[in-house]
């Protein structure tokens, strides 16, 4: 058996820095999403 050891540290800053581009697009869109759907045309 071996030793190992998870560095939880590393791990939060990948997660972090994975998600991190993604936030601005995220908040965009949630702040418009009355206007994504009006500019469809969904008529019913």
């Not at 939060?12 to 500019?39: H, N």
């Amino acid at each position: 058996m071996t030793d190992r050891t998870v560095d939880h540290h590393l791990i939060f800053i990948a997660t972090t820095m994975s998600i991190l581009p993604l936030s601005p697009v995220l908040l965009f869109r949630r702040r418009r999403p009355a206007q994504g759907i009006a500019r469809t045309g969904v008529k019913g």
